[in-house]
Every structure is written in structure tokens, then in C-alpha cells.
């Protein structure tokens, strides 16, 4: 597969930031590979671990795209840094989800001490 890939040369494509179905799926399906990624490993620990699987995923993906380009395009910068707001974006929303429910469970054990 690596002579393969050495085969074809390499190119970059010309893209832009406007937000359409393509850009929209590469955030959405880093954000689930991020929480693929937690899902794989422990939750409550290595969730930057998952950050560079998603990541990681999405270079990959990238750099086929950029040896194939003829069928796909190209390599996308555009598309990389989509990837990257989506991973950013699924950990913010974890954050907050624990967050807010360390809240609840907070307030739940209040209720039951003061009876």
C-alpha cells in the first residue's frame, strides 16, 4: 500500500469555509470519532487520547484524499480544521453535560442528607 500511495502524486485542493453538507460532515463525524474514542478508553480519563484519535482519523483521511485526488479532490485544509472544530466542539458539549449533571447529582444528595 505505501508504493502505492508513492505512486500517485500529491495535491492540495482550493477550498473554502462556506458551511455545506461536506463541512458539516467532516465536524459531525469528528465529533462522533471523539466520542467513539471515550467510548473505546475510560470516560472519566484520556479524553485528549480520543482528541487525537479523531484527529488522527481525519488527517488520515485527508491525506488518501490528497494522494487520490482524481476521486476525491484533494487534500483540504478547509476540511482539517472542520474536523478540528467538531472534535472541540463534542469536548465543550462533554464538559458541560458532566458539568451539569455533577450539579444534579450535587443537589440530589443535598435533598437526601437533609431528611
Do not use: C
Amino acid at each position: 500500500m505505501v508504493t502505492s500511495l508513492y505512486s500517485h502524486p500529491f495535491k492540495f485542493t482550493e477550498d473554502n469555509f462556506n458551511l455545506e453538507i461536506d463541512k458539516t460532515a467532516h465536524a459531525m463525524v469528528s465529533a462522533g470519532l471523539y466520542y467513539q474514542g471515550l467510548v473505546l478508553q475510560d470516560t472519566s480519563k484520556n479524553e485528549y487520547d480520543a482528541m487525537w484519535f479523531a484527529f488522527l482519523v481525519g488527517l488520515g483521511w485527508e491525506t488518501y484524499q490528497g494522494f487520490r485526488y482524481r476521486k476525491h479532490g484533494g487534500f483540504s485544509l478547509h476540511d482539517l480544521q472542520y474536523n478540528v472544530a467538531g472534535i472541540i466542539s463534542a469536548h465543550i458539549q462533554k464538559k458541560i453535560w458532566f458539568y451539569f449533571k455533577k450539579i444534579k447529582s450535587n443537589r440530589k444528595l443535598t435533598d437526601f442528607s437533609d431528611k
